[in-house]
């Protein structure tokens, strides 16, 4: 199946600081998500990018699909991002997502 | 509102027990997941059912248990031929393969 890569494995931000995480994949892929997953464990989607740049406030992702990678980017960080960030893609001819191993982040006030 | 239910939040099963996990939708969504999460790791794939009355293995099925009765309900049993039940699982639904909403999860403990 589909490798998926997420760099760092854990991040610590000074609130107010910007931070850019990482999503590497093995293979073509038609679907390409991130999640955020609060410290009681919800998992919420952030974006639904296969392809291009999309923003949502102090949130915004890019995916080169041709250069098999996805970054995540978080301006002005606040105690609220702290969690975990997953990066989870869907292999063409495939039927579900295979996540990454996250990148947990710790934003400090 | 429409979302996912996850029930109960926390379980605690004895050794050679059989015991289910409650996921259910009100999105009409036709396809369900779950997906097992150990401290650490990303999620990993149980059983999927992209339509009623029908599943397919993921990628950790064995010791697990699922039926697809009802479009809204997905139910996921752990028999006691899974060695290693402690963990967090997350229930999914999505319309085909676009965005997946997740319920709350359930933390699984042997004692």
């Not at chain 1, 464990?41 to 392809?51: A, R």
């Not at chain 2, 006691?80 to 965005?99: E, V």
């Amino acid at each position: 199946g589909i490798q998926v890569e997420q760099s760092p494995p854990d991040l610590i931000l000074q609130e107010g600081a910007n931070s850019t995480l990482r999503c590497n994949f093995s293979d073509s892929v038609n679907n390409l998500q991130w999640f955020h997953q609060n410290p009681w464990g919800q998992l919420i989607n952030l974006f639904y990018i296969p392809s291009g740049t999309k923003q949502n406030g102090r949130l915004s992702a890019t995916t080169v699909a041709t250069e098999r990678y996805s970054l995540l980017y978080i301006s002005s960080s606040q105690t609220t991002d702290s969690g975990v960030y997953f990066c989870a893609a869907l292999r063409s001819g495939y039927s579900t997502l295979t996540f990454g191993k996250g990148t947990m982040l710790l934003v400090s006030p | 509102d429409g979302g996912i239910t996850q029930s109960p939040k926390y379980l605690f099963r004895k050794e050679g027990q059989n015991v289910t996990l409650s996921c259910e939708q009100n999105l009409n969504h036709d396809a369900m997941y779950w997906y097992r999460q150990d401290p650490g790791q990303g999620l990993r794939l149980i059983y999927y059912s992209q339509i009623v009355n029908d599943f397919q293995k993921g990628d950790i099925a064995e010791g697990y248990s699922v039926s697809r009765e009802k479009k809204e309900s997905f139910p996921l049993t752990v028999t006691s031929a899974q060695k290693n039940p402690t963990a967090f699982y997350l229930c999914a639904s999505s319309i085909t393969d676009l965005g997946y909403t997740f319920g709350s999860g359930t933390r699984l403990t042997v004692v």
